[in-house]
C-alpha cells in the first residue's frame, strides 16, 4: 500500500492551499483516511480525519478553516486548507487506517509528508 501526498508549499498568511492524498497497492477497505501535521520541535498532531460513514473530525484550531473530503471511488482524501496563518507552518502527513484483504486487520499507513509554510 502507497499513499501518495500532493499540493504542500509556500503561501501567505490568509492564503490557501489544497493538499491531496491518493492511495493505492492492496486495499480491501478504507475505515479512515486524514492527515496529522509536525511542526519543528513539536509532536505530530491530528489535524482532520474522515470515516468511512461520512464522518469527519477536525482538531479545534483549524475547526472552520479546514474542510476534510474523500472520493470513495478514487481512495483519495483531500483537505482545503483556508485562511491559513503561521502556526500552521508543519509537514503535514496523510494517514489511512486500512485492511489490505479480506484476511488482514486493520493498520495505518503514512505518506511521505508534504511541508506547508505560510510565510509573508
Given at each position: 500500500v502507497q499513499l501518495v501526498e500532493?499540493?504542500?508549499?509556500?503561501?501567505q498568511p490568509g492564503g490557501s492551499?489544497?493538499?491531496s492524498c491518493a492511495a493505492s497497492g492492496s486495499i480491501f477497505r478504507?475505515?479512515?483516511m486524514g492527515w496529522y501535521r509536525q511542526?519543528?520541535?513539536?509532536?505530530?498532531?491530528?489535524?482532520?480525519v474522515a470515516?468511512?460513514?461520512g464522518g469527519s473530525n477536525y482538531a479545534d484550531s483549524v475547526k472552520g478553516r479546514f474542510t476534510i473530503s474523500r472520493d470513495n471511488a478514487k481512495n483519495t482524501v483531500y483537505m482545503q486548507m483556508n485562511s491559513l496563518k503561521p502556526e500552521d507552518t508543519a509537514v503535514y502527513y496523510c494517514n489511512a487506517r486500512l485492511v489490505a484483504s479480506i484476511i488482514s486487520q486493520a493498520r495505518d499507513y503514512w505518506g511521505q509528508g508534504t511541508q506547508v509554510t505560510v510565510s509573508s
Open positions: 500532493s499540493g504542500g508549499g509556500l503561501v492551499l489544497r493538499l478504507i475505515n479512515a511542526a519543528p520541535g513539536k509532536q505530530r498532531e491530528l489535524v482532520a470515516v468511512s460513514n
